[in-house]
Nanobody, 125 residues
């Protein structure tokens, strides 16, 4: 398993933007399928953006067109650019990694064994 550490969370006003980072250590990001999940108290963890090891991406309907997942191979870091943030985007955000995940299951939490501790995103009006 690789080790993951998220950063970049914080507080932003409605309509604002944030970029989350997930630093990967103990492995090479290019050999892993990775994804971003989010969770609010009392709710299940929701997969919102996934990136296959070959570079294919997938988004949940709730974020498609506003969020962009990418990776910086040189920095071994997964990124999530979040634009037009809304109150419903407020959550704890987690990154996850697994050597190979099928495209159809990129956003399923059960596919991943490596997780970061999370970073909180707050959105206020």
């Amino acid at each position: 398993q690789v080790q993951l550490m998220e950063s970049g969370g914080g507080s932003v006003q409605v309509g604002g933007s944030l970029t989350l980072s997930c630093k990967v250590s103990g492995g090479t990001i290019m050999t892993y399928s990775m994804a971003w999940f989010r969770q609010t108290p009392g709710k299940e963890r929701e997969g919102i953006a996934g990136l296959g090891y070959v570079g294919n991406s997938m988004y949940a309907d709730s974020v498609r067109g506003r969020f962009t997942i990418s990776r910086d191979n040189a920095q071994n870091t997964l990124l999530l650019q979040m634009n037009s943030l809304q109150p419903e985007d407020m959550a704890m955000y987690y990154c996850a990694a697994e050597p190979r995940v099928l495209q159809s299951t990129l956003l399923q939490s059960s596919e991943y064994d490596s997780w970061g501790p999370g970073t909180q995103v707050n959105v206020s009006s």
